[in-house]
């Protein structure tokens, strides 16, 4: 397990997610995308507002040919993502571009849309923050 200061909130309905962290943690993140089955500890921050509730983790995990495919698992209180290598590189240069290229405060919105090349239909409308 990696331990992070990543905070992840989410709404009552699993739908709308929040993960916001400092440039080293979000790099973090992307690296553990890119390297398969991994599970992340996350911290509450201080708090869930204006969202329900932080979740505890981040949970990785690497299929055959797949799309990245986004969820909330309630039972382990964790976001979950699940697809192959090279969708799941995608989304951490995705992370990345935002850690190099964005300022403090800055956010990138990620959610599914037709005809996406790494992201797999779901729920989740994704907001990564750069807290620093």
């Not at 962290?21 to 089955?37: F, H, I, M, Q, Y």
């Not at 697809?83 to 989304?91: A, C, D, N, Q, Y």
Request: with cysteine.
């Amino acid at each position: 397990m990696i331990q992070s200061y990543l905070v992840v909130r989410c709404s009552a309905e699993p739908g709308e997610v929040e993960v916001s962290g400092t440039v080293n943690a979000l790099e973090k993140w992307a690296n553990a995308l890119s390297r398969g089955d991994v599970e992340i500890s996350t911290s509450p921050g201080d708090g869930p507002s204006p969202y329900s509730c932080c979740l505890a983790g981040i949970r990785v995990r690497s299929t055959a040919p797949g799309l990245v495919k986004m969820s909330v698992d309630a039972d382990r209180h964790a976001l979950s993502f699940m697809g192959s290598g090279e969708s799941m590189k995608v989304l951490a240069e995705n992370i990345r571009g935002l850690c190099r290229e964005g300022v403090p405060g800055e956010h990138l919105h990620i959610e599914y849309f037709p005809d996406p090349f790494y992201l797999a239909e779901s729920r989740i409308s994704l907001v990564v923050e750069r807290a620093d």
